[in-house]
């Protein structure tokens, strides 16, 4: 059980059966009447915001939340295939809660699947991952000296932002997070 008392961001409370992750908070003292706790929290079964008033001491249940690892197989339709590490169980998980992590699904990548009561919610991929280039423009001589850029489309589909020297076939180091490029991966 959690109390308003111990609010923060990122914490996961469970609110009338539902998991809701706080995005904000704000502890209020009036100056006359008990003082309450104004937060802003993400539904996480949909990702819709609201805004909800608690009076403080109000206390909430945890929400059965597990977070297993997952190896990526491959994609058929709307479905990404992901294989459970710990008994090798396969479960296909629908587009819309993989999310933005389809940019950086590629076979065996090891990733994070959040649940909510055996309910997939979401895939976590990791910090960095290595794509290759799959279309790209070729760079011409001279135009290194400006630091210009071009796109390339990586084999996830994903489209970024690289340096003029990049080629088809380089592997490269990409930053989930923002969806830029970081490096050139020798291998």
Do not use: C, W
């Not at 079964?45 to 009076?55: A, C, D």
């Not at 390339?152 to 340096?163: F, I, Q, T, W, Y």
């Amino acid at each position: 059980m959690y109390d308003t008392k111990q609010f923060r961001k990122g914490l996961k409370i469970e609110v009338e059966g539902i998991p809701y992750d706080i995005v904000d908070f704000q502890l209020v003292s009036p100056g006359k009447g008990g003082s309450f706790v104004r937060t802003k929290l993400r539904n996480m079964l949909n990702t819709s915001v609201i805004e909800r008033t608690f009076k403080t001491g109000d206390k909430f249940n945890r929400p059965d939340l597990e977070q297993l690892e997952f190896q990526y197989l491959y994609r058929e339709g709307d479905h990404f295939y992901f294989m459970n590490q710990a008994n090798y169980e396969q479960m296909p998980i629908d587009k819309h809660v993989v999310g933005d992590a389809e940019n950086f699904l590629k076979e065996n990548l090891a990733v994070e699947i959040l649940f909510y009561n055996g309910k997939a919610l979401g895939v976590e991929v990791p910090m960095h991952v290595e794509l290759t280039v799959a279309t790209t423009e070729p760079g011409f001589k001279g135009d290194t000296a400006t630091g210009a850029q071009k796109p390339a489309k990586m084999e996830s589909g994903l489209v970024v932002n690289v340096p003029l020297h990049i080629k088809e076939g380089d592997v490269l180091r990409i930053d989930t997070r923002d969806h830029k490029y970081i490096e050139k991966v020798n291998k």
